[in-house]
């Protein structure tokens, strides 16, 4: 990893609450340069990486992430995403990139109805990302979710196309990597807990990768996905193809 800080734009919607949680990531535990982002902003601060955080952006009304797509800074975004910049959308965030097309696929209610908040198993079913390059393929992590609506569906066609092009990064599964039923908190199509766009340069996951970051808190698996981005941000390398994880030096 080259001698160099990564500047982190921490989006704050209304009714964001997750973060400062990622904000204490990339200063504190990383080390990095981490900047605030109101919604209203027009300018990402020159920032290197865009995390969406978790939360209920605008009370969660008419539908989750519906409101904030349309929030000015929402537009920079997009443009950032377009020209290859690293996005990540956690919980909410998520709800929002699918709201803004920026990610296949809806978040329904849970099948249970119910909010659910726990620690759950994920297996890395994709670890040539710019989120994952830390992980090793078929690795099972422990990571918590808080949410109501994090059911991902999508049609058939386009799940048959996530999975040809490597886009599922990671599953709800059990202790031993098994894809199961009951491994599967919200009802989410073949239990998927998170994936990128076809560029790979935009991740949306449900899970909470910045709560299991630093030791106090008992879980470091999700550190492994920060440090991921760290290393492909500063040594400059994307992906050229996903499913067959090959990569090349970005000019």
Known sequence: MKNATVRFGVVVFPGSNCDHDAYQVCKKILGQDAVFLWHKEHSLQAADVVILPGGFSYGDYL??????????VMQEVAAFAADGGLVIGICNGFQILVEAGLLPGVLLRNDSLRFVCRHVHLRVDNAFTPFTGEYAPGEVLTIPIAHGDGNYFVDERTLRELEANGQVVFRYCDATGAVTPEANPNGSLANVAGIVNAEGNVLGMMPHPERASDP?????????LFDSILDHVMSRVVPTSFAEGTFVQQK
């Open 63 to 72: 539908r989750c992430g519906a409101i904030a797509r349309f929030s000015p």
């Open 216 to 224: 106090l808190l008992g879980y470091t698996d999700g550190r492994r």
